[in-house]
C-alpha cells in the first residue's frame, strides 16, 4: 500500500484555491520560530486535503448532520477505490482475528451485507509520516491553528479538538512549544484543558475571547472503562463531532487496536489527524497527506547523516556467556575513542568559530539496569576500569582503536546520506589514553569515580576526582528510579550532594561536560537534542519488531543545528549563502565527524534490515529528471493582477434559492441594526449595502438557483459578506516569466525508469546544438576548411530539421525550438503513473500532434507572420500562470493548459490555450473571467503594444455562438 491521500492532493495546487483556503500562513510559527519548506509543504498538504473534504467533493454548507458526513465520506471512498481497489480490503471484518473490533464498531458504523465494516467509514483521515528529527511538535500545533482558522471562516464545521499523546514527556513537549506560540500576541491564544474538564468547560458560560481550547489526554489511557486514570471514550463521544490529533498514539497488540477504534469513533464525524515517524498501519500508509521519510530528509540537507558500526555489543548478550571482560571493555573503548576523535575536530571547527556546532554527546541505552548482571551495570564498570590506572589496559586499547581505524579505512556506506563514511584518520590515529581522559572524562589523568546525588530519584551523575573542582561530571545516569541503583552498584563510592536541586539532565543542552548519558527508554522520547553523536543499542532493539523505538532514539540523535536555528548541514549553508566558502573550507576535514551520528548495536543486522541500507526505503521513490530551460530570441510575458474596489453593478451575481432569500428578506427586515452588527463582523455601510440589496435590488445581484439553499443563516450572511466586499482582478501590467513556470524542474520519475530517461532526455537535450546548424553553413565551413570531411559528415548526420525525437515506452521526448524547454515529453497512454508532469491527456496530446505537424509544414508561412515565437505547456499543480475568474460564489484561478507568446515589430500577441477546457461545465465562466479582464484591450510594455487571446480547441465540440471567438478547430486558427 501507498500513500494514497498524498497523491490526491498533489493534483491540487495550493494557489488555485479560493481566498479563504490560502490566506493561512503556514510559515510563521512566534517570534523565534518560523517552520521549515517541508514543515509548510505539510501544512499545504492538509489545507488540500480539508480542502477536497469539506469544498470540492461536497461543498460544507454550514450545517452538515450525519448524513451529509456519511455522504462526503463515500465520495472520499470512490476516490481512493479509483487509485487503488485494494483498499476495500481495510475493512473490519467479523472473523476471528478481527472480531473484537468489529463489535466495537457495529455500534456506531452500518455494517456490509458480507458482515464487514467498510473502510469507507474511516477515510476521514489524514497521516503525517514525518522524520524522526523533523520538528513534528510544531507541525501539530500549526494544524490546531489551521483548524481554528478554517472553522472561523466557517470552511470546515466547529467541533472541539482532542489532542492524544502515549506519554506525559511529549504532551509537556506540546505544551512548552505552546506557551512559546502564545507569547506572539499575533497569535490566536491556544488554551491546554485536561480532557475530564470537558463537561465542566462545555456547561459554563464563557465569552468567546477567540482563544483555541484544546482539550488532551494520554491516549494510552482511553478505554473502554473508567478508573481513576482511564477515561471512558463513551463519557466523551460529543456523537464523534471531534478533530482528534495523535501524536505517536499507535503501538502493537490487542489494547492498542480497541484504542486506536476508540479515536476513530470520537472522530467519526470530525476528522482524525496521525503524525508519527513509523506508520505501519496500512491505513495510515493509505491516508498519508505528507510523506517526509529520515531518507528525504537526509537528502533535503537536514540533520546527521548516519553510520552503523561493524563493531557490536555481542558480548553483553547475556549472564552467563563466556566472553571475557577483554571483549567487554573492548567494545566500550571502540565507543569512548569514536566520542573522543568527534570532540577533537568539534574543537577544532571552534577554534575557527566557537558559534558552530554542538558539544558531542555518547548516549547509551541499555534493556535491563537492576538485575544482577544488568547491560547498565556492565558498562558502569568498563567504564571505572577505563578511569582507573590499576584497571586500564593499553593493550586493549590500542587493538580498540586499531580496529576503529581499518573499519573506518574501508570507508563504509552510510546508512542514512550519500556516499561513504568520511573519517579523519590521521586525528584518530593520534588518539591516545589522555585525550581520551581529557575529552571524556574532563580529566587530565586516571582516578576514582566520585557520585553526585541530588534529591532527583531518577538520575545520579559522576566525576573523577582528578578533574577540575569546577568541572560538571562527565557522566549521567537517567533511569526510574537510581536508588535501588545505588545500594547495588555504588557501596564504597564517594558521594558527594552538590546538586540538591538541580536536574542535569534538563540542562544537558546546554551542558558542554556531561560527556556519557546512560539509561533505558526512559527518556528517549520528546528530548530534543543536537548533542548526540554516539548512540549505543545494548541488548535493546535487537529483533525487527523493534523498528518503532530505534528510529525514535535515533531522532534524538540526528537533529543538527550548525548555528542557531539553521538546522541544514554545512555544505547546505554554504550553498545558501549563510555561510562563507571561506569558513566551509577551513572546517570541512572535520565536519563530516559532527555531522554523522555513530550507532553501535548488539546486533547490527537488525538496524540494516530497518534501514534497509537505503534500498528498502528508497526502492520505490521516484527520483527527479531536471529538464532544460530553452533560450527565447525575445521576451516570454505574461499579465500581473491586482485588485479594486468595484461597484455592485460589476460583481457577479450571488447564487441563491428562493427560500433562502426568503429568510435573508424576514432577517434584515425585522432585526435590528445594532443586533446584525453585534452578531456579524460588519460596517454599518456594508449592513446599509447588504439591506439594500436584499430588500430593493434583488433582481441586480442575486441569481436565483435552488441548488444554492443554505439552511444556516449564519453561514449566509458571512458569505454575502466578503461578496460585498468584492474586489475585482484588473490587469496592472506584464512581466517577464521567471519561477511561474516550473514543472520542468520537478519531473518525478520512478527508479527504476530513471537512469535510463536521464540519458535520453540527455540526449535531446545535446541534439539542440546540431540543431542550430543548417546544411549550408556546414558545407561553408567544409568549403574554408574549417572542418575536415569526416567532421563534416559527421555534423550532417546530426543535423536536425528543427525537431529531435526519441521514443521511449509510450513516451516520445521531442526538441522543438520553440518550446520554453527541452525536450517536451507526451505519453500515448494517459493512465502512465512512472512518470509525471507531462502531456498525457488524449486532448492534450491530440493537440500537440496537430501542432507539430503545422509547424513543419507551414515554417515559411509562420516566418512571414511572426519575428519569433514560443509557446509552454503548463501544468495546473505546480505552475503560477492564470486568469481569474467568478464561479459558484467562490473565486478561482482558470489555468490554461498551454500558453504561446508571439512577436512582430512593436505588435506582441499572448495566446492562451486549452484543449480540453470544453470539458468542463464551468468552462463559460472561464471564459468571461478572460473577457472581463482583456477583451478588446491593448496594454503597453517597453514600447510593444500587447494583445491577448484565449482559445479552446476542440475539432469535435461546437460552443455557442456567443463564445465561437474562444473557439479553435485546427491549428492554423492559432497562427492568424
Known amino acids: 500500500m501507498k500513500p494514497i491521500l498524498e497523491k490526491m492532493v498533489s493534483a491540487i495546487n495550493i494557489y488555485d484555491l479560493p481566498e479563504n483556503w490560502t490566506g493561512f500562513d503556514a510559515k510563521k510559527f512566534s517570534h523565534q520560530k518560523n517552520l521549515f519548506d517541508y514543515q509548510q509543504d505539510a501544512i499545504h498538504h492538509a489545507i488540500k486535503a480539508l480542502y477536497l473534504f469539506y469544498e470540492q467533493i461536497s461543498d460544507y454548507a454550514g450545517t452538515d448532520g450525519t448524513l451529509e458526513n456519511i455522504e462526503r465520506k463515500r465520495k472520499l471512498f470512490e476516490r481512493y477505490m479509483a487509485f487503488d481497489k485494494n483498499i476495500a480490503k481495510l475493512s473490519v471484518k467479523n472473523t476471528k482475528k478481527e472480531g473484537f473490533l468489529y463489535n466495537i464498531f457495529e455500534e456506531y458504523y452500518e455494517t456490509e451485507h458480507n458482515k464487514e465494516i467498510s473502510f469507507l467509514n474511516f477515510v476521514n483521515r489524514m497521516a503525517f509520516s514525518m522524520s524522526t528529527g523533523s520538528g513534528k511538535s510544531l507541525l501539530i500545533i500549526k494544524v490546531i491553528q489551521l483548524l481554528d482558522y478554517l472553522q472561523k471562516l466557517k470552511e470546515i464545521p466547529k467541533k472541539d479538538i482532542l489532542l492524544l499523546a502515549p506519554r506525559e514527556d511529549l504532551l509537556n513537549q506540546t505544551k512548552k512549544l505552546v506557551d512559546e506560540f502564545n507569547q506572539d500576541p499575533k497569535n490566536p491564544y491556544i488554551e491546554f484543558i485536561d480532557l475530564k474538564e470537558y463537561e465542566k468547560v462545555k456547561s459554563e458560560i464563557a465569552f468567546d475571547l477567540g482563544e483555541i481550547k484544546v482539550f488532551y489526554y494520554r491516549s494510552d489511557l482511553i478505554s473502554d472503562e473508567k478508573t481513576e486514570a482511564y477515561v471512558n471514550f463513551r463519557d466523551y463521544d460529543n456523537d464523534g463531532n471531534w478533530y482528534v490529533l495523535l501524536d505517536e498514539a499507535h503501538k502493537g497488540g490487542k489494547e492498542h487496536s480497541k484504542r486506536q477504534a476508540y479515536y476513530s469513533i470520537l472522530s467519526r464525524n470530525g476528522f482524525l489527524f496521525n503524525f508519527s515517524a513509523t506508520f505501519t498501519d496500512l491505513s495510515d500508509i493509505a491516508t498519508t497527506v505528507k510523506n517526509y521519510d529520515i531518507m528525504q530528509f537526509n537528502e533535503d540537507g537536514y540533520g546527521k547523516n548516519v553510520y552503523i558500526s561493524s563493531s557490536e555489543f555481542t558480548s553483553f548478550k547475556n549472564s552467563k556467556n563466556d566472553f571475557p571482560l577483554e571483549e567487554k571493555l573492548k567494545i566500550t573503548y571502540k565507543t569512548l575513542i569514536t566520542l573522543t576523535l568527534i570532540k577533537l575536530a568539534a574543537k577544532e571547527v571552534k577554534k575557527i568559530n566557537p558559534a558552530f556546532y554542538h558539544s558531542p554527546l555518547l548516549v547509551t541505552l541499555v534493556n535491563s539496569v537492576n538485575k544482577k548482571d544488568a547491560d547498565l551495570k556492565i558498562f558502569f564498570k568498563a567504564l571505572l576500569c577505563f578511569a582507573s590506572e590499576e584497571h586500564f589496559d593499553e593493550s586493549i586499547f590500542d587493538e580498540a582503536k586499531d580496529e576503529l581505524y581499518q573499519e573506518f579505512t574501508k570507508n563504509k556506506e552510510l546508512a542514512v546520506g550519500d556516499g561513504k563514511l568520511k573519517v579523519n584518520l590521521s586525528l584518530l590515529k593520534n588518539v591516545t589514553p589522555k585525550h581520551v581522559l581529557r575529552e571524556v572524562f574532563n580529566s587530565e589523568n586516571f582516578g576514582s569515580i566520585e557520585v553526585i546525588q541530588s534529591n532527583n530519584d531518577k538520575e545520579i551523575a559522576f566525576r573523577l576526582k582528578t578533574s577540575d573542582v569546577t568541572s560538571d561530571p562527565f557522566a549521567l545516569i537517567k533511569i526510574g528510579n537510581v536508588r535501588e541503583w545505588e545500594k547495588e552498584m555504588l557501596e564504597g563510592f564517594d558521594f558527594s550532594n552538590a546538586f540538591e536541586n538541580r536536574s542535569y539532565f534538563e540542562g544537558l543542552n546546554e551542558s558542554g561536560d556531561i560527556n556519557i548519558l546512560m539509561g533505558s527508554r526512559s527518556f528517549y522520547e520528546g528530548w530534543d537534542s543536537t548533542r548526540p553523536n554516539v548512540i549505543n543499542y545494548i541488548n535493546i532493539g535487537t529483533s525487527t519488531d523493534a523498528k518503532k523505538f530505534l528510529l525514535q532514539s535515533i531522532g534524538r540523535g540526528i537533529r543538527l543545528e550548525p548555528l542557531p536555528n539553521e538546522r541544514k548541514r554545512l555544505l547546505f549553508l554554504m550553498n545558501a549563502g549563510k555561510v562563507t566558502a571561506s569558513e566551509y573550507n577551513a572546517m570541512r576535514e572535520y565536519v563530516p565527524l559532527l555531522e554523522t551520528l555513530f550507532l553501535f548495536s548488539t546486533n547490527k543486522n537488525v538496524l540494516e534490515q530497518i534501514f534497509g541500507l537505503k534500498d528498502d526505503l528508497t526502492k520505490d521513490k521516484p527520483m527527479i529528471i531536471e529538464l532544460e530551460k530553452n533560450s527565447a530570441p525575445f521576451p516570454l510575458l505574461i499579465p500581473e493582477y491586482r485588485k479594486k474596489d468595484v461597484h455592485i453593478a460589476r460583481m457577479p451575481k450571488f447564487k441563491i434559492s428562493t427560500s433562502s432569500l426568503g429568510r435573508l428578506k424576514i432577517y434584515f427586515s425585522s432585526i435590528p441594526i445594532q443586533a446584525v452588527l453585534l452578531q456579524f463582523d460588519l460596517t454599518v455601510s456594508e449592513y446599509q449595502l447588504l439591506k439594500e440589496v436584499i430588500l430593493g435590488k434583488e433582481n441586480d445581484f442575486f441569481q436565483m438557483d435552488e441548488g444554492h439553499h443554505y439552511k444556516d443563516l449564519s453561514i449566509l450572511v458571512e458569505k ?257
Open 720 to 976: 454575502l459578506t466578503r461578496h460585498i466586499r468584492y474586489k475585482e482582478n484588473f490587469v496592472s501590467g506584464f512581466k517577464e516569466v521567471k519561477d511561474e513556470i516550473e514543472h520542468y524542474k520537478k519531473v518525478y520519475v520512478s527508479k527504476n525508469e530513471a537512469a535510463i530517461l536521464k540519458e535520453k532526455v540527455q540526449t535531446v537535450i545535446h541534439s539542440k546544438a546540431s540543431g542550430t546548424i543548417d546544411e549550408d553553413e556546414l558545407i561553408e565551413l567544409l568549403m574554408d576548411g574549417k572542418i575536415t570531411k569526416q567532421q563534416f559528415k559527421e555534423k550532417q548526420a546530426l543535423i536536425h530539421k528543427g525537431e529531435q525525437k526519441i521514443t521511449y515506452k509510450e513516451l516520445t521526448l521531442t526538441y522543438i525550438p520553440e518550446h520554453y524547454y527541452i525536450p517536451l515529453i507526451v505519453s500515448d497512454d494517459e493512465k502512465i503513473d512512472y512518470i509525471n508532469h507531462i502531456i498525457k491527456y488524449e486532448s492534450e496530446v491530440e493537440f500537440i500532434h496537430a501542432l507539430k505537424n503545422y509547424i513543419e509544414s507551414h515554417k515559411d508561412e509562420i516566418k512571414e507572420k511572426y519575428d519569433h515565437w514560443m509557446f509552454s505547456k503548463l501544468d495546473e499543480t505546480v505552475d503560477k500562470i492564470y486568469i481569474p475568474y467568478y464561479y459558484e460564489n467562490k473565486f478561482h484561478k482558470f489555468h490554461p493548459d498551454f500558453i504561446f507568446w508571439f512577436i512582430k515589430d512593436n505588435r506582441y500577441k499572448i495566446l492562451f490555450v486549452d484543449p480540453k477546457g470544453m470539458e468542463h461545465t464551468n468552462w463559460t465562466y472561464k471564459v468571461d473571467g478572460f473577457i472581463r479582464l482583456f477583451e478588446n484591450k491593448n496594454f503597453q510594455y517597453n514600447g510593444l503594444t500587447i494583445s491577448t487571446s484565449l482559445k479552446l480547441f476542440s475539432k469535435d465540440k461546437m460552443p455557442p455562438e456567443m463564445y465561437k471567438e474562444y473557439w479553435a478547430s485546427n491549428v492554423e486558427e492559432l497562427f492568424i
